[in-house]
């Protein structure tokens, strides 16, 4: 496992489970959580789950390691628009596991331009990436112009 040099703490306290509430120490993100029908759960509405926190913070993630690798080659990304898709199921083992599509689309860059610096962003940068790798399926699906 590699060792990171710390630049930053988030911190956050969940009560209750997927039928309760998190929140940031610092109070910048506070959610109420529900089970939704589709697992079985009351569903409630205004309520979030795990999984939309994780595509949350993957999505937003993503887009900034891919405007990190287009800054290296003196290009922009800062038009694309990542949407992660996070998908909770059953595994074949045991237990519940997760899958993702990260879907980039930017009508301003070329399909091939983009896909290399999604690519790079995925394989070199993002830390969502890194942490996943090898324990979650991520699939990239790329639009360009």
């Known amino acids: ?8 703490t988030a911190k956050a306290t969940a009560q209750g489970g997927r039928n309760g509430t998190t929140r940031a120490e610092d109070g ?3 959610a109420t959580l529900s089970v939704p029908k589709a697992m079985g759960g009351p569903g409630k509405e205004g309520t979030s789950t795990p999984e939309h926190l994780f595509a949350a913070g993957y999505a937003a993630c993503f887009a900034g390691a891919m405007d990190f690798v287009a800054g290296q080659q003196k290009k922009s990304a800062k038009n ?3 949407t992660a898709a996070v998908t909770i199921g059953p595994r074949e083992g045991g237990g519940f596991g997760l899958s993702v599509v990260l879907h980039v689309e930017d009508p301003s860059m070329p399909t091939a331009e983009l896909q290399a610096i999604a690519n790079e962003a ?3 940068i993002c830390p ?3 942490a996943t790798r090898g324990n979650v399926d991520v699939r990239l ?3 360009g112009g």
């Open 1 to 8: 496992m590699d060792k990171i040099t710390p630049l930053f």
């Open 28 to 30: 910048s993100i506070e």
């Open 80 to 82: 694309a628009k990542v």
């Open 122 to 124: 995925h394989e070199k």
């Open 128 to 130: 969502y990436s890194h």
């Open 141 to 143: 699906e790329v639009a």
